[in-house]
Each structure stands twice: as C-alpha cells, then as structure tokens.
C-alpha cells in the first residue's frame, strides 16, 4: 500500500465528495481531450479558476456510476516528488511538484504519463498519453524513467454523479473545451485557466444534446 506522511504539508482544508465517476475523451486528427474549465462566477473556491482533465469511463469500470477528472492546473508546491518519494534514486534530483487532482481522496495519487508503448492497466487518453488511478502502480510508475516519461503525480481526484454535474453545467459554473492533450504537461499551469477560459468565452456556447461526459446529459459546450 503507497504511503505518504508529506501531505501534512497541506494547510488548506478540503471538502469531501462521497462520488466517484466516469468520463469520456475527445479525440480528433490532432490528439485532444475535453477538460472541464472553471467559469470566473465559480461559486466553489475550492474549484476556483481549475482545469479538469476528464477520464474515459474505462479508467474507473464500467461498475462505476460516476464522473471522474483530474485537477491539472494547480502544483502543491510545498510537495516534491523527492519529498514524497525519499528513497527513490530515480526521484532524489526531482524537485517538481505533485499536483492537486481534486478533493476526493487526496491522500491517493494518480499518474498521467507519456508512454512509447501500453503499459498493464493504464487506460490510454489521447496519443501517446495514458492514465493510471491505482495509487501503488501511480507510485511504481513515477519511479521508473524507462517505461514513463513527462509525468504528472496527481494526489485526489475531483469526482460527481452525473445529475450533479449536470446541476453545476446549467447554473454556469463550468464550460467543457476540447484543447491540445500535451497541456496537462505544461511547464506553465498557472496560466492554463486563462489561455482556455478566453478560448471558451470567444467560442459562442451550444448546447449539445449528448454530454462529452456523461451519456444522457445537456451540457453548455464550446468546442
């Protein structure tokens, strides 16, 4: 079982979901995925200003009634992937930061990865991008250059039921933009919400009448 003392280190108090989930990716000529991308009148502080990478059904189970992203915009500076992993050679020189996936869970960490070929139980998203949920391979994956490159540790996962999510959409609180899949690797995420906010402010919203997210749902949508 993974284990960290590191997330001490987090002083801001989380919220608790008690929802797990599904999602779906987009993918076109040019590897995309559909990112859920806070609105500036997001009532959750919380979400604030985030950038939700949504994961395909497959990666939580077809027994798994939920929605599920992961937060890609918002490093837990004060946790390095040295300080998590202390006893890891290939780690001792790392002093990027694991990121914040969501409140739920936030002890578990999850990995997205460029790999040159699949990898057991890693759900491919977009191109040469895969995912893993399972918080003991996530760990082992970090460890090991020769199989993941360009990764990002991600502690939590951010998590709704389908009518809850739907709720969120039509009260304004997000839009759903399909951007570039190699954005969940930028060296810069702080300025991820700015660049895909005014993209889907600029692109007139529509209203789909099936979810990129969840089946069944009407969500505002820019493309």
């Known amino acids: 079982m993974w284990r960290t003392g590191c997330l001490a280190l987090i002083a801001v108090p989380f919220a608790f979901i008690t929802t797990l ?80 996936g969501g409140p739920v869970d936030i002890e578990t960490p999850a990995i997205v990865f460029r790999a040159n070929k699949p990898i057991d139980k890693a759900v491919r998203l977009a191109g ?16 090991d250059p020769k199989q993941v490159r360009d990764f990002r540790l991600i502690l939590g996962r951010s998590q709704w039921s389908p009518d809850q999510l739907h709720s969120e959409m039509m009260e304004g609180s997000w839009y759903t933009v399909n951007a570039p899949a190699d954005i969940v690797f930028s060296t810069n995420p702080a300025t991820l919400w700015h660049t895909l906010e005014a993209q889907a402010r600029l692109i007139p919203a529509s209203v789909s009448s099936q979810s990129p997210l969840a089946p069944g749902l009407v969500l505002i949508h820019a493309p």
């Open 128 to 143: 040469d991008i895969y995912v893993n949920l399972d918080s003991d391979q996530a760990a082992a994956l970090a460890q």
């Open 21 to 100: 989930a599904f999602g779906a990716v987009a993918q076109g000529a040019e590897p995309t995925m559909t990112f859920l991308v806070a609105r500036p009148e997001m009532p959750d502080p919380l979400f604030a200003q985030t950038v939700i990478l949504m994961l395909p059904r497959e990666t939580t189970g077809e027994d798994f009634p939920l929605v599920v992203g992961l937060i890609v915009n918002k490093p837990i500076r004060e946790i390095t992937l040295h300080k998590l992993f202390p006893n890891s050679s290939a780690l001792k020189q790392r002093s990027d930061p694991a990121f914040f």
